[in-house]
C-alpha cells in the first residue's frame, strides 16, 4: 500500500498520460523509466533547485550578520554587472521580470556562486592574516 503521507497522485488526460508513456521510453534510450520517473525528472529538469544557490551563499557567510551578508551579496552582484558589461535589468534576481530564459537563470545563478565563492575565500583570507 502507499504512504500517504509520502505520495500524492495527479489526475492527466489521456494524451498526456500517453506522452508520459512514450517518454518513459525515449528519455533515457536503453532504460525504460515508470511514469513517475518520467513526471519527477521533468520537473526537476524544469524547476532546479534555485533556492539551494542562495541557501548556499547565505550559509558560506553565515557568521556575518544580516547586515553585512546583504552587503557581501550586493558587492557579489556588482562584482558580477562589471566584470560581464551588464544592467541590473540583465540580472534575474534585481530585476522583476519573468521575462529571462530558463537556461540564463542558471548561468546567473551559477555565476553567482562561483563569485560567492570567490568572495568567501577572500574573506577567510583576510581573517586568517589578522
Not at 518513459?24 to 520517473?37: D, E, F, H, K, M
Not at 557568521?63 to 558589461?85: A, G, N, V, Y
Request: proline fraction near 3%; charged fraction near 30%; include cysteine.
Amino acid at each position: 500500500m502507499t504512504d500517504k503521507k509520502k505520495y500524492k497522485s495527479v489526475a492527466i488526460d489521456h494524451d498526456c498520460y500517453k506522452k508520459i508513456e512514450e517518454l518513459a521510453i525515449s528519455l533515457n534510450p536503453g532504460l525504460t523509466l515508470s511514469r513517475a520517473q518520467v513526471v519527477k525528472r521533468l520537473v526537476h529538469q524544469r524547476l532546479p533547485d534555485k533556492k539551494n544557490v542562495n541557501e548556499t551563499i547565505v550559509s558560506l557567510f553565515s557568521e556575518h550578520t544580516p547586515f553585512e551578508r546583504q552587503k557581501i551579496l550586493r558587492d557579489i552582484d556588482s562584482k558580477m554587472l562589471l566584470l560581464l558589461d551588464l544592467n541590473h535589468e540583465d540580472i534575474p534576481w534585481l530585476c522583476n521580470s519573468n521575462n529571462f530564459s530558463e537556461k540564463w537563470m542558471s548561468i546567473m545563478d551559477d555565476l553567482r556562486l562561483i563569485v560567492a565563492k570567490f568572495k568567501y575565500e577572500q574573506c577567510q583570507n583576510e581573517k586568517s592574516i589578522n
